[in-house]
């Protein structure tokens, strides 16, 4: 268990919230219960790690109205909802909208274990690359623009006279903007150099 991580619980049921509670106790695992998604709301911190599970059928705001208040906080906070046999139909949507799971009542202790276990790995892999992410973000932002347009000549495939020519800059400039552009994003090589702007193009496609 990464002691990092948090289980928030959100069940209007006292019954469940106590023993999922006591389960999670039993194998180290620190969580947090709330009788409600309002009373969660009132507490929530995006920076918090863990994952959440969720009671898909609660009063007033509901297991679905709360994962979508959630998604438009950019939360990527793992969703394991629990959902009675009527519930299937709102399950089944709320995987379509990005819940990673949903356990059946009445349902055995190790199957949600095992489900919680997944989504708090899924959790490390999000905020690995979350990470990663600002970390090329942050070191594509400190290139100035000349040593940017130098970056991104080289890994296309550029070779320095023709960056020159483009830009109207001798060879030697170039070749110091393309060392001082590898020492800033971290690489020595041109395949690192150059796997450094797929990723990029990659993270701007996607915004």
Request: proline share 3%.
């Amino acid at each position: 268990m990464d002691r990092a991580q948090t289980v928030f619980v959100v069940d209007d049921d006292e019954g469940i919230r106590d023993g999922l509670g006591m389960l999670l106790a039993t194998v180290g695992q620190p969580y947090e219960a709330f009788g409600s998604a309002a009373e969660f709301l009132e507490s929530y911190d995006p920076s918090r790690r863990g994952c959440l599970v969720l009671d898909i059928r609660m009063p007033r705001i509901s297991g679905l109205e709360l994962q979508a208040q959630l998604i438009e906080r950019g939360s990527d906070l793992p969703i394991i909802f629990i959902t009675g046999h009527g519930d299937i139909p709102m399950a089944v949507e709320a995987m379509r909208l990005g819940a990673l799971d949903f356990v059946r009542k009445p349902f055995r202790e190790q199957d949600l274990l095992d489900r919680i276990n997944e989504a708090l790995d899924v959790e490390l892999v999000r905020r690995k690359r979350t990470i990663e992410r600002d970390d090329l973000v942050e070191k594509i932002a400190s290139l100035t623009d000349r040593e940017k347009a130098v970056f991104e000549g080289v890994a296309d495939g550029d070779m320095n006279k023709v960056i020159a020519f483009d830009l109207g800059i001798s060879e030697r400039t170039v070749e110091v903007h393309r060392a001082n552009a590898m020492k800033k994003l971290g690489v020595r090589t041109l395949a690192e150099l150059i796997r450094i702007k797929i990723a990029a193009d990659l993270l701007e496609s996607s915004d």
